[in-house]
């Protein structure tokens, strides 16, 4: 058995959803007793393509990454969901129209609410509060999509780099990365030389300090300058 | 002044529009006098980015091309709309959870009838069956994109190339195709020497022939094969 909501959890669930406040009494009263909190370790997929549909998630805690993944197991990540998050393509069977897979895994420990898909589905035809959020999220997430792939087709490697180690410092709110060029390659969907070959260079230039499993960016504003 | 609809082009809207049968009579008669039909040659632009925001264009006859534009002048082609087909980020500006920009041109000469903003704008507000449609249409624009962000990034390019071809005779009906290097290249999002080396490479293979401003496919189940 997966566990119930506690009180903190439902009151963040109340938050964290756009439309509750728009639900019946009713839909509201099965949203507390279906609802499920999952906990994930860092590395663990939460949804696999189209092997998985387990419902929406509100992330209650810690970060998860959403990628694609090729036949030969490259892969690029399209955004990631913090604290506040919903995770729309984890219940991406019931949206007929999706019918491309992506994959989610927890980047570090994470914790979610899940509101099972059969729940959601009926909750998004029954209100159109839900259908409203739906919408404003998948029109969200292309256009996160669509940023991803203009760096991708269009700027140089170099940038995109400068671009990411600067993500990253904001998002952990540290210059001290750790992050191994593996990681970074899928991240940027390149391979693990190439990643290498620039942080070698970007060393050289005395933008960042590579260490085991560790990248120290000691030159912000070059590297700012460089991803423009 | 634009020229308004005549008989047939109402008829063909009322055909065309998955929603129309479920607006208010006088919904219905703010579409026969506000859309318009209008007329582009082949090459001109519809759309560029957010300087323009004309309305909802239902294809009526010919082709368009929804492409991103780097700033450098470099394009892709996300997907075409032909007869029939409903082309949504021309009213873009109305979706404020769409922050990206992209181009819009006609690759033949091609009528549309468009639903201007405003009315478009006020008819998605009012009525849910509008606004359904926006959702699957931008659910199933999104799954192209990643359709060709998957082939962009995953695929080698010689598979997408041969892939493109393929396509293209699909859509022309035949296997004689007026395309210069430069337009595949646009297609493609690479540079026009890779595309002319890669053709000369299928030339020599015995796949396709080379002549100028035109390709000729002579053999449709190798470049099957190489396309997967």
Redo the contacts between chains.
């Keep these: 058995m997966v566990p119930i909501l506690d009180k903190e959890d439902f009151q963040f669930l109340q938050e964290g959803l756009p439309f509750y406040t728009q639900l019946e009494p009713a839909q509201q009263a099965r949203l507390r007793q279906e609802c499920a909190r999952l906990s994930y370790r860092q590395g663990d997929k939460l949804h696999r393509g189209s092997q998985d549909c387990a419902g929406l998630m509100l992330v209650r805690s810690g970060r998860l990454r959403v990628y694609?993944l090729?036949?030969?197991g490259?892969e690029?990540t399209l955004y990631r969901l913090l604290e506040w998050d919903i995770c729309l393509f984890s219940a991406a069977c019931i949206?007929r129209?999706?019918?491309?897979e992506v994959w989610i895994e927890a980047e570090r420990g994470s914790e979610v609410i899940l509101i099972p898909t059969a729940l959601f589905g009926e909750l998004s035809q029954q209100n159109?509060a839900v259908?409203?959020t739906?919408?404003?999220l998948?029109?969200?997430?292309?256009?996160d999509?669509?940023?991803?792939?203009?760096q991708?087709?269009?700027m140089s490697f170099d940038k995109r780099l400068a671009l990411f180690l600067l993500e990253q410092q904001a998002i952990e709110g540290s210059g001290q990365l750790e992050l191994t060029h593996d990681m970074i390659a899928n991240h940027l969907?390149t391979a693990r030389e190439v990643v290498t070959r620039m942080l070698k260079y970007f060393q050289s230039e005395g933008m960042v300090r590579l260490s085991r499993g560790m990248i120290e960016i000691v030159d912000e504003g070059r590297l700012r300058a460089l991803a423009g």
């Excluded at 129209?97 to 491309?100: E, G, K, S």
């Excluded at 999509?145 to 203009?150: N, S």
Aim: charged share 15%; proline share 0%; glycine share 4%.
């Design positions: 694609i090729s036949q030969s490259r690029i949206f129209d999706i019918n491309f159109i259908a409203d739906v919408n404003h998948i029109a969200s997430r292309f256009s999509v669509m940023w991803v792939m203009e991708v087709l269009f969907g």
